[in-house]
C-alpha cells in the first residue's frame, strides 16, 4: 500500500502565499509523475501542476506565473507546490496524486491519491 499526506493548506489573504507539501510512503520502488489537482465546490477536479520524474512541468493557463512544482530530489517521493499571488478563484481543496511503480517489473504505473488539503483565500 502507498499512502500521500498532504500539509500547508490553510485561510490566506489574497495576494498572499502558501506552500503545500505532499509526501509518499509505502511499498514504493519508484514514482513516475506527481501533480496537484483541486476542486471547488460544485466544480470538477482540475489540474493545477504536474511533474515528472525527469522535472519536465505542466501549469494550469489559470496558474502560470503564479504557481511553482518541485519535487523531493533527496527521495524523490515527495511534491511541492509554491503558491504566490493567491487569488479568491483559487480556493478549493487541493490534492496530490502520484503514478507509483511498486517494483521494476510493473508494466504501468498505479495513481494514487492524497486526501486533499483546504485552501481558502479571502478577499
Known amino acids: 500500500q502507498v499512502q500521500l499526506v498532504e500539509s500547508g493548506g490553510g485561510l490566506v489573504q489574497a495576494g498572499g502565499s502558501l506552500i503545500l507539501s505532499c509526501a509518499a510512503s509505502g511499498s514504493i520502488f519508484s514514482i513516475n509523475a506527481m501533480g496537484w489537482y483541486r476542486q471547488a465546490p460544485g466544480k470538477q477536479r482540475e489540474l493545477v501542476a504536474a511533474?515528472?520524474?525527469?522535472?519536465?512541468?505542466?501549469y494550469a493557463d489559470s496558474v502560470k506565473g503564479r504557481f511553482t512544482i518541485s519535487r523531493d530530489n533527496a527521495k524523490n517521493t515527495g511534491v511541492y507546490l509554491q503558491m504566490n499571488s493567491l487569488k479568491p478563484e483559487d480556493t478549493a481543496v487541493y490534492y496530490c496524486r502520484a503514478e507509483v511503480y511498486y517494483s521494476s517489473y510493473d508494466p504501468a504505473p498505479s495513481d494514487y491519491w492524497g486526501q486533499g488539503t483546504q485552501v481558502t483565500v479571502s478577499s
Open positions: 511533474i515528472t520524474s525527469g522535472g519536465s512541468t505542466n
